[in-house]
């Protein structure tokens, strides 16, 4: 069975440009990647816990701060390359990207070297112009992004 999981993409207007707001996985395989690295602030659905709930859950585990309110785009769920379903919903609404204060996983680093250390789930968010995000976003979630434009129109 495929794991899934749940997320939000907000959506901006900027000097008549559509932006998106996605995060940059922390961690040290992460570190130097950037190009399709980047993602929708999303995470795994608990067992028996309504997706949507799962969104707003990991959108504020990931960013720190509550997701925001307001009318939601359901999206056509996308399967990632690992072949992880994701389900998503856009939102119009502003954020303070640099106020990311995300929770933390712990891992052995360096790896065989018997230490453990900790690191931002997420280590950054930034609002890209929808082009841009094209190249950043993880290549499994690209098609949000088309969805979000036919949406919108």
Avoid: C, Y
Wanted: hydrophobic share 40%.
């Amino acid at each position: 069975m495929a794991v899934k999981s749940a997320g939000l993409l907000l959506f901006r207007e900027r000097e008549r440009e559509l932006q998106v707001l996605l995060v940059h996985p922390g961690g040290p395989f992460w570190a130097k990647k950037d190009e399709h690295a980047w993602s929708i602030p999303k995470g795994e659905i608990d067992e028996g816990e309504d997706p949507l709930s799962a969104a707003q859950r990991e959108f504020e585990e990931e960013i720190g701060s509550p997701a925001p309110e307001g009318k939601l785009i359901p999206l056509e769920p996308v399967h990632q390359p690992g072949g992880k379903l994701v389900l998503a919903w856009a939102m119009r609404a502003d954020f303070d990207a640099s106020a990311v204060r995300s929770n933390t996983f712990s891992m052995e680093w360096p790896p065989r070297s018997g230490r453990t250390a900790s690191f931002p789930e997420v280590d950054r968010a930034e609002w890209f112009s929808i082009d841009v995000a094209a190249s950043k976003i993880h290549k499994g979630q690209a098609s949000l992004l088309e969805q979000l434009k036919r949406a919108l129109g």
